[in-house]
């Protein structure tokens, strides 16, 4: 089944500074890579995803970069906000398997002001 | 408009108890599914069900056991609960597509056995 890895486990910058969180994922087939926000006590919000057939998806601050020979992918936040500090999943799927998310094991993101 | 919604928000029961956790969406999506996230914030897939039909069971306990009298509900019962059942568990909705749609998630129940 899949495997999905996230790196760093938690994340600290200073406002305004860029956060980067890297993802690789075991499985080729898998073509849907969501990334979700989880703030304190609340549900994880989809914030962007990306497909596999493209390799740069940009909202605003945020972008994904999927790099599929590499089985790997990466949320870019910049001009980070105290705001952002989130709990950040991302997460593999495929039709095949059901849609389920495979999600990897989150990122703490902590933004000082 | 609530679009994906759980009930309880919280529960706290003893072992050996049987609860009950309800989930509804008013999105008109076709697969409603159960997450588990667990003390260490990981989040895992348990069920998944299209139109009122199981399509992903994974390696779950019996004690739990999904039901879904309409696409729009999807219901968690679990017997016998367990010191490491607690847990926060997250409904999530998603339309019928070609390709994998997204999923949206309900506000969670926190389960705690105590």
């Known amino acids: 089944g899949e495997n999905v890895e996230q790196h760093p486990s938690t994340l600290s910058v200073q406002e305004g500074d860029s956060a980067v969180i890297k993802c690789t994922y075991s499985d080729s087939a898998s073509n849907y890579f969501p990334w979700y926000k989880q703030e304190l006590g609340k549900r994880p919000q989809l914030i962007i995803d990306i497909r596999s057939n493209v390799g740069e998806k940009k909202d605003q601050r945020i972008a994904v970069t999927l790099n599929k020979t590499a089985k790997h992918f990466s949320l870019h936040i910049t001009e980070t906000q105290p705001e952002d500090s989130a709990v950040y999943f991302c997460?593999?799927?495929?039709?095949?398997?059901?849609?389920?998310?495979?999600f990897g094991g989150g990122t703490r993101v902590l933004v000082k002001p | 408009d609530t679009a994906v919604s759980q009930t309880p928000k919280y529960l706290v029961t003893q072992m050996g108890n049987d609860k009950s956790i309800k989930c509804e969406q008013n999105?008109?999506?076709?697969?409603m599914y159960w997450y588990k996230q667990d003390s260490k914030k990981f989040l895992k897939i348990m069920f998944s069900y299209n139109n009122k039909e199981l399509i992903i069971n994974e390696t779950v306990p019996n004690r739990f056991s999904p039901k879904s009298p309409d696409k729009a509900h999807l219901n968690l019962h679990i017997n016998s609960l367990e010191l490491g059942d607690s847990a926060v568990y997250f409904c999530a909705s998603s339309p019928e597509g070609l390709a994998v749609e997204t999923q949206y998630f309900g506000p969670g129940t926190r389960l705690l056995v105590l």
């Open positions: 997460a593999a799927s495929k039709k095949a398997a059901g849609n389920k998310l495979t």
């Open positions: 999105l008109g999506h076709d697969t």
